[in-house]
């Protein structure tokens, strides 16, 4: 085997500084009074300056909008911190012809024997690639959701829309007696219906109104929502429902329209999942911190596979589902700082709770 030995004798011959000249990597040493003693030419290359015009100025003469003095404090407590002496992390500095380079800086406190601070070595990397290639792949992302968002807006709309022209061009058949025009009649507002609520969904998940926190009554909207789908038979069915509300629940900060909107989905989804039969049990009640609505069906329940999946956008199991129900309610409670949270056991239904930030009493 060869001896290492005349590498390690040949790297010795190169001295240090021969090191720092030759890096592809910015290095910069400051004296203690954070001056800037030298940089190397990959320093040069990188920023623009000249070595005369870096040496004897403060680094911070590279700072750029996003670097703040809160972030220049911190750097500097862990560099000084004797228990420390470093810092390591992303900055974005600014070149000498204005663009901004994104950094992974490390900044090392040089201290002789005595431990008093001689001054400090600064290394960067250039990350400037990394990050383009990250904005790149998260456009094409946002490319590719507009591409199936319009590819499931153009699904959803053609389906009732062709409906509308059939049942308009049959109105225009004089010979239709009054019964068969009313029941064109009918399918065409139910049709009409149908296409303005798709649209509503879509634009309430693409474009979701910002939050207007008021004090509201978890119990009272929940009432509200039980009792308009109770009386409405289409929906019920043979189901029964049983509501349950906790009397001591405080009222808490919420957006109630929001908020009313996850009560909605939420049910609307175990209702439609019990396809007329079974037991929605519906309670409410309080936890350390939080208040919330749990929403129990003895559907069919949710499969493992699938349950991972219920909460992005477009996701549906339904001949007519949006798939935006559960992604327009996670939205909504993330921008609460609540959650959703669902338990399932295939055959054995599903359980949907809801928790929303109750204030400290
Ligand atoms: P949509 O109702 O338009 O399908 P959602 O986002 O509300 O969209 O729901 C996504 C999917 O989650 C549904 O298609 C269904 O497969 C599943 N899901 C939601 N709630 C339940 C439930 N209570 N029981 C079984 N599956 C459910």
Same mark, same amino acid.
């Given at each position: ?25 910015v290095?910069f040493y400051c004296d203690r009074d954070s001056g800037i ?6 320093f040069?290359?990188l920023f ?6 870096a040496?004897?100025k403060n680094p911070r003469f590279l700072r750029s909008a996003h670097s703040t003095a809160e972030l220049y404090g911190r750097m500097w407590e862990s560099i000084l911190d004797p228990s420390q002496g470093y810092w390591r992390g992303e900055i974005v500095d600014k070149a000498?012809?204005g663009r901004e380079i994104t950094l992974l800086l490390s900044i090392t406190a040089v ?6 601070v001689?001054g400090f070595m600064a290394i960067g990397m250039d990350l400037t690639?990394q990050v383009?290639?990250k904005t ?13 968002? /319009?590819?499931?807006? !153009?699904?959803?709309?053609?389906? %009732? ?7 308009? *061009?049959? =109105?225009? @058949? ?71 509300? /906790?009397?001591?629940? !405080?009222?808490?900060?919420?957006? %109630? ?7 909605? *989905?939420? =049910?609307? @989804? ?67 700082a ?24």
């Open positions: 085997m060869k001896s290492p030995r005349p590498a390690l004798d040949r790297l010795r011959e190169v001295s240090l500084y021969e090191a720092f000249r030759r890096s592809n990597d290095m003693l030298d940089v190397n030419p990959a040069v290359r623009g300056f000249k070595r005369e015009e040496v004897g000498k012809d201290r002789d024997t005595d431990e008093g001689l690639e383009s290639l790149r792949v998260a456009q094409s992302e946002a490319l590719a959701n507009i591409g199936e968002m /319009a590819a499931v807006v !153009a699904h959803e709309i053609r389906n %009732p829309l062709g409906s509308i022209v059939l049942a308009s *061009n049959q =109105l225009a @058949n004089e010979a239709l007696s009054p019964s068969d025009r009313g029941t064109v009649m009918k399918l065409l507002r139910s049709e009409s219906k149908r296409l303005s609520d798709v649209l509503a969904s879509f634009l309430t998940y693409a474009r979701p109104p910002s939050i207007r926190l008021s004090r509201a009554d978890l119990n009272a909207l929940v009432a509200e929502v039980c009792g308009i789908l109770q009386s409405d038979r289409e929906m019920m069915r043979h189901a029964r429902m049983s509501v349950s509300l /906790a009397p001591d629940l !405080a009222p808490c900060p919420m957006d %109630p329209e929001q908020i009313r909107q996850v009560v909605w *989905n939420i =049910l609307v @989804n175990a209702l439609q999942a019990m396809e007329g039969y079974g037991r929605l049990t519906v309670s409410t009640g309080r936890e350390p911190g939080h208040v919330f609505l749990r929403v129990r069906d003895t559907g069919p329940g949710i499969q493992p596979a699938v349950l991972p999946q219920i909460f992005k956008p477009f996701f549906t199991t339904k001949q007519q589902g949006t798939g935006l129900g559960l992604a327009t309610a996670d939205r909504i409670m993330k921008a609460h609540g959650a959703i949270e669902v338990e399932s056991k295939p055959g054995e239904g599903a359980t949907f709770t809801v928790r929303l930030p109750r204030p400290e009493e």
